[in-house]
């Protein structure tokens, strides 16, 4: 989390490139990636990913993290990704399926904070949520001696070239004075099912930190956006109120072919998740669905390199069959797993958890970071994560796509990078992300610079470290994949 001080919202500015001043970037068409044996390891090689390309989005000298993307599944051509950074944060789109991207500041000169999250609904309209903070409270402790903050929500009608020039607030405590609680996390969704009495509307849910717990808060809009209702409690049980001692974490939503929503979180050695059968207007009381190792793994002590991360649930849909999929990583094996599981019966029982990445167990490599996504036109299941299994020091990290076209039995490892970063002490965020669409695949992420000398802080991790910039993999698993390139 970064703190913001600027709640001002100012018209939306474009960024137009001159021949000059075009920033291009060539795509990184991937190789297979050799991975070099340990003593305990086999030599393991992973095989490209189809059509794999990866780009630098992030413009030079400008660091990012906190990066998502989105595809519009009635206009697979547009694709449209965002993240922060140095400079509040910056957004891009694609009107060709991401083989050309261009750099948009959708906040214009106002603020635009961290913790993203995007989607695009059934009109085609691009929902972006964040979240804005004058001062955390103290670092872990978030609720306590609070300031201003809030969630709010930017819209596009065309894809990401354009936003509205003012942000939709949907929750926020002014700036300027003591605030009773912290907003978090917020995920944003959209019911797009052709089949759903709920068609249209959009669902946001997020952390509220409060001084002796924290607790699930949820809202909706019905009308694309234009209000939204207020928030309410979705979490039967509240968490701690610290984020690394047991507090409610990582919410995610998605929708059913039938509108039924489906939302999940953590909550200690729990995936707890929550139900509703009208539109997001009442819920079930939420209840575990089964246990996972700790998902935090705070300090670059315990997570060489990296300043902190966290093995946080998402769940995806199978919309032609209604299979529900969770993903997260824990230590249950030692070093960081990344897992997944799967209901058959609309969340009311879950398979064993399989191990995604498909390295030898405990052999003292980390995955972590993973993103899921489940492409809706024919059901593949794909996950996204950071990979050190090719380093026997559990230093340098690629990027891993895995496959699945079994619903979830069984998955195929791919390399969708081949050069390493090495992190110190670096913030790449909270999540990486990954949407899919027709076979074709895209997930942003975040990477540590290569200079070792360049230190930026982290709000509220009261560290430094070297800066992140920001990439978008793209993975074809059609014939004859065509290339990416960034910003005409």
């Known amino acids: 989390m970064a703190p913001m001080t600027n709640f001002r919202l100012l018209p939306v500015a474009r960024h137009s490139f001159s021949t000059s001043k075009t920033w291009l970037f060539r795509a990184v068409v991937l190789k297979a990636l050799f991975l070099t044996p340990t003593v305990t390891v086999a030599q393991v090689k992973l095989e490209q990913a189809p059509g794999a390309q ?10 990012g993290d906190e990066e998502i993307i989105a595809v519009n599944r009635f206009n697979p051509n547009q694709v449209v990704m965002a993240y922060g950074g140095t400079v509040g944060g910056k957004a891009a789109y694609s009107t060709d399926a991401g083989r050309n991207w261009t750099l948009v500041n959708p906040a214009g000169k106002s603020a635009m904070g961290g913790n993203k999250s995007i989607t695009f609904d059934n009109r085609g309209n691009v929902f972006l949520s964040y979240q804005l903070i004058e001062k955390l409270g103290s670092p872990g ?15 596009s009608p065309d894809g990401g070239k ?9 929750m926020v405590w002014p700036n300027g004075q003591p605030a009773p609680q912290q907003e978090d996390m917020a995920r944003i ?33 019905t009308d694309h956006g234009k209000t939204w209702d207020k928030p309410w409690r979705i979490s039967t049980h509240a968490g701690f109120p610290r984020d690394d001692t047991g507090a409610i974490l990582g919410i995610l939503g998605t929708v059913g072919p039938d509108g039924t929503q489906y939302v999940v979180w953590n909550d200690m050695l729990d995936t707890v998740m929550a139900v509703s059968h009208d539109g997001g207007k009442t819920f079930e009381p939420s209840r575990p ?20 991360v966290m093995g946080l649930p998402e769940i995806a849909i199978d919309e032609r069959t209604g299979t529900l999929y969770v993903t997260w990583s824990d230590c249950r094996n030692g070093d960081v797993d990344v897992f997944l599981s799967r209901s058959t019966d609309n969340g009311k029982h879950w398979s064993p958890p399989l191990r995604v990445n498909d390295d030898p167990v405990h052999n003292g490599a980390d995955q972590f970071y993973q993103w899921l996504a489940v492409d809706p036109t024919n059901g593949d299941v794909y996950v996204e994560f950071y990979d050190r299994r090719a380093d026997p020091d559990n230093l340098k990290t690629w990027v891993t796509l895995a496959r699945s076209t079994d619903e979830g039995k069984t998955f195929t490892n791919y390399a969708w990078t081949t050069t390493p970063f090495v992190g110190h002490n670096t913030f790449l965020g909270d999540y990486s992300w990954l949407t899919a669409y027709g076979g074709r695949v895209y997930g942003a992420w975040a990477e540590a610079v290569s200079d070792t000398n360049a230190v ?33």
């Open 456 to 488: 930026v802080a982290c709000g509220g991790c009261g560290t430094v470290g070297t800066p992140a910039i920001i990439r978008i993999g793209i993975a074809d698993f059609n014939p004859k994949p065509n290339r990416a390139v960034c910003c005409p």
């Open 54 to 63: 990866v780009i630098t989005i992030s413009p030079p000298s400008e660091t």
């Open 289 to 308: 669905i089964f246990q996972v190792g700790p998902p935090y793994f705070g300090g670059a002590a315990s997570f060489p390199g990296i300043q902190r």
């Open 141 to 155: 402790y978030w609720g306590h001696n609070a300031r201003g903050n809030g969630i709010w929500v930017r819209h």
């Open 162 to 170: 354009t936003w509205d020039a003012e942000a939709m607030p949907v």
């Open 189 to 221: 969704w959209a019911d797009n099912e052709p089949q759903s009495p709920y068609l249209g509307n959009l669902y946001l849910a997020w952390i509220d930190w409060q001084i002796d717990k924290s607790i699930v808060l949820f809202t909706r809009s």
